[in-house]
């Protein structure tokens, strides 16, 4: 896989493993805390919770990773991985498969405040990392990067869509009907977090993993459909299912139609422009 450019850079480390955050980034962090700590009031799930109140992150500093390592390594043996902006696959699943989250150290800027397509330092500790100091998932995380790691890349591209429905864009469900947020690509954003909480344009279905390796997805847009499981254990179950052997059914029934219009082709002289 080739990594894309980003525009941002991941700041180096010193020898005992923090960052020399500015106080605009320390401001920025502080801004976008603030906001999203209001956003998923009462629509983030518990054990999302329960993780940030582990994490005790603050408010008023960008966190330092030694910090966030002392509670995940504690709780569940896990570790965030400072990582360059972006990174390609086979280095993402084998940190996975050691227990170590990749996060680069990098924060937006005030210009990109509320988006950002690349996942910074925001969407990888405040997002994910309360997450992973809940048994089921951290176990269901560490077993798709031991997965991945052996997958042809064909079958790389089906696991990815597990990943994305899960750990990013994951939603609990319980029997009578009481919704919540897990993934971090919902938590990290507060148009996500109100669209995949409220919508009504958004289609919510009970996961299904063959039928979620099958169900293509975009980037760069809102989210049109959502998978609930009911529990967060659920995904310990799921990680003892035979996925291989899933997503080789998913090649064999093929993709689902999307839900989504295909991505806008760039014009030649837009081409051009971003190589100026």
Same mark, same amino acid.
């Given at each position: ?74 709780? *569940? ?8 902006? =972006?990174?390609? @696959?086979?280095?993402? &699943?084998? %940190? /996975?498969? #050691? ?52 997958? *042809? ?8 869509? =597990?990943?994305? @429905?899960?750990?990013? &864009?994951? %939603? /609990?469900? #319980? ?52 998978? *609930? ?48």
């Amino acid at each position: 896989m080739n990594v894309k450019q980003s525009k941002y850079e991941s700041k180096p480390l010193d020898e005992l493993g923090r960052v020399a955050w500015s106080a605009q980034e320390n401001d920025v962090w502080l801004q976008l805390v603030t906001r999203q700590l209001a956003c998923i009031k009462d629509k983030a799930c518990q054990e999302y919770l329960d993780g940030l109140r582990l994490l005790d992150l603050p408010h008023d500093t960008v966190p330092q990773i030694p910090d966030v390592n002392a509670v995940l390594m504690r709780e *569940t043996g896990w570790q965030v991985a400072p990582v360059p902006a =972006l990174i390609d @696959f086979d280095h993402f &699943f084998a %940190l /996975l498969a #050691d227990k170590k989250f990749p996060a680069a150290t990098f924060l937006r800027t005030k210009e990109d405040f509320d988006y950002l397509q690349e996942p910074d330092y925001f969407h990888e500790i405040f997002g994910h990392c309360a997450m992973l100091t809940h048994p089921a998932f951290a176990e269901f995380t560490h077993m798709y990067g031991q997965l991945g790691k052996k997958a *042809t890349p064909k079958e790389r591209v089906y696991l990815a869509r =597990l990943y994305w @429905f899960t750990v990013e &864009f994951g %939603l /609990l469900s #319980d029997s009578q009907g009481n919704r919540s947020i897990y993934g971090g690509g919902i938590l990290s954003s507060p148009a996500e977090t109100e669209y995949a909480f409220n919508s009504d344009k958004a289609v919510r279905k009970p996961l299904e993993v063959i039928d979620v390796m099958r169900t293509p997805y975009r980037i760069d847009i809102m989210q049109p459909i959502y998978f *609930t499981i009911e529990s967060i254990d659920d995904l310990f179950a799921i990680s003892q299912r035979d996925l291989i052997a899933d997503v080789h059914q998913a090649m064999e029934l093929g993709l689902h139609a999307p839900l989504f219009p295909p991505k806008p082709k760039k014009t030649e002289q837009q081409k051009e422009t971003q190589h100026v």
